[in-house]
């Protein structure tokens, strides 16, 4: 963990530091938790009152705040205060490194594999026929490389991940523990009497671009033909399913729990809230943003918000989500309504009232 000076950390960050410059900080963390030698930040108003009352040595706001400062805290005013936020983690704390050099004597690495200068292989990783591997790459243990695949540089596959046969990976891409890619697509074709589900070959395979993180315990399916395609700078959370031949753009978020179908065409900047499911061979333009669980079913125009089970505009989603809420106090307005209409039409004489007795009472 490093040490800094609050008035290096302002620089680095390209803030104005309003408090004591000298003072040393060696991490980060939230406004309540925060300790003495710790920087936090404000980037949403809700918590704003706690910024009185933390203990951070400093603490980074917008260049516009102008609420309360806790007594011995010093702001760092940023244009963007998450980011830098950001710029501070890892200044002060750093990402991840490997606790392993070179190759484990433990591992099987085919002599076919290429493996560039600085590659650490830990033990029990399996590298197959005809792969290669670029420079500063790191294999954590238990993971299996499928031949003939391709890795780029500087990239973090963590523990049991499984590569399978001729997939490529482009540089800096991070996968987390027990993630698969390239496993086959869910390819059948239902024949005969009585019907019997027959495999398709899976022949394709699985390219993940040029920064591509992919949390844990997801699955990316092989194409049946073709590739399936995780556009550069897109981003998993854990458990996200991705069916065969689906082609994401770039810089994409998918969150906790989201599924595509196979043959989905997904455009840049977009965004799968948790538990989101898309069915397949639909298309979705840029930058659409897609709520929790919602069920997306056909075609979306790009810059579109939509949620639902099925999706619609968001605007539209909020009135039908506010409406549910209601549902029991509706139902009984309109028992009470039903009530009354059919006293009305027994007096008047126009119906059988023992009929409109019977239909009040239905659940």
């Given at each position: 963990?490093?040490?800094?000076?609050?008035?290096?950390?302002?620089?680095?960050?390209?803030?104005?530091?309003?408090?004591?410059?000298?003072?040393?900080?060696?991490?980060?963390?939230?406004?309540?938790?925060?300790?003495?030698?710790?920087?936090?930040?404000?980037?949403?108003?809700?918590?704003?009152?706690?910024?009185?009352?933390?203990?951070?040595?400093?603490?980074?706001?917008?260049?516009?705040?102008?609420?309360?400062?806790?007594?011995?805290?010093?702001?760092?005013?940023?244009?963007?205060?998450?980011?830098?936020?950001?710029?501070?983690?890892?200044?002060?704390?750093?990402?991840?490194?490997?606790?392993?050099?070179?190759?484990?004597?433990?591992?099987?690495?085919?002599?076919?594999?290429?493996?560039?200068?600085?590659?650490?292989?830990?033990?029990?990783?399996?590298?197959?026929?005809?792969?290669?591997?670029?420079?500063?790459?790191?294999?954590?243990?238990?993971?299996?490389?499928?031949?003939?695949?391709?890795?780029?540089?500087?990239?973090?596959?963590?523990?049991n991940v499984t590569i399978y046969e001729k997939c490529v990976l482009g540089d800096r891409v991070t996968i987390h523990a027990s993630s698969s890619i390239g496993h086959d697509g869910f390819g059948y074709a239902t024949h005969g009497t009585p019907p019997v589900h027959e495999k398709i070959p899976q022949a394709g395979w699985v390219e993940l671009e040029d920064d591509v993180e992919i949390g844990a315990c997801c699955a990316i399916d092989r194409a049946t033909m073709g590739a399936t395609i995780v556009g550069a700078g897109t981003k998993f959370s854990n458990l996200v399913a991705i069916g065969h031949g689906t082609h994401l753009g770039?810089?994409?978020?998918?969150?906790?729990?989201?599924?595509?179908?196979?043959?989905?065409?997904?455009?840049?900047?977009?965004?799968?809230?948790?538990?989101?499911?898309?069915?397949?061979?639909?298309?979705?333009?840029?930058?659409?943003?897609?709520?929790?669980?919602?069920?997306?079913?056909?075609?979306?125009?790009?810059?579109?918000?939509?949620?639902?089970?099925?999706?619609?505009?968001?605007?539209?989603?909020?009135?039908?989500?506010?409406?549910?809420?209601?549902?029991?106090?509706?139902?009984?307005?309109?028992?009470?309504?039903?009530?009354?209409?059919?006293?009305?039409?027994?007096?008047?004489?126009?119906?059988?009232?023992?009929?409109?007795?019977?239909?009040?009472?239905?659940?």
């Open positions: 963990m490093a040490e800094i000076k609050l008035s290096e950390l302002a620089q680095m960050l390209g803030g104005t530091l309003e408090g004591d410059g000298e003072r040393i900080v060696r991490g980060a963390a939230t406004l309540e938790a925060a300790q003495a030698d710790q920087v936090s930040f404000l980037a949403n108003k809700r918590y704003e009152r706690h910024v009185a009352e933390t203990r951070a040595a400093a603490v980074l706001v917008a260049t516009d705040y102008n609420g309360a400062v806790a007594s011995g805290s010093a702001l760092i005013r940023c244009d963007d205060p998450y980011f830098a936020f950001r710029q501070a983690m890892v200044a002060l704390h750093g990402f991840r490194k490997p606790h392993f050099d070179g190759i484990d004597p433990r591992a099987d690495v085919h002599e076919t594999a290429r493996l560039a200068e600085g590659v650490r292989v830990a033990a029990f990783v399996s590298i197959g026929p005809g792969c290669e591997i670029g420079a500063g790459t790191s294999l954590y243990p238990g993971v299996c490389i499928g031949p003939d695949t391709r890795i780029g540089r500087d990239c973090t596959l963590y523990s770039k810089h994409c978020l998918l969150v906790a729990q989201a599924g595509l179908a196979g043959s989905v065409m997904v455009g840049d900047y977009c965004v799968f809230a948790g538990q989101t499911g898309i069915v397949g061979h639909i298309s979705i333009g840029d930058g659409v943003r897609v709520a929790a669980k919602s069920g997306v079913t056909s075609d979306v125009p790009a810059g579109l918000e939509i949620g639902g089970a099925p999706a619609v505009p968001l605007p539209e989603a909020r009135r039908t989500w506010m409406s549910l809420s209601r549902l029991p106090q509706m139902r009984s307005a309109i028992k009470k309504l039903t009530r009354e209409l059919a006293a009305i039409k027994k007096k008047l004489g126009m119906v059988d009232s023992d009929h409109d007795a019977d239909e009040t009472e239905r659940p």
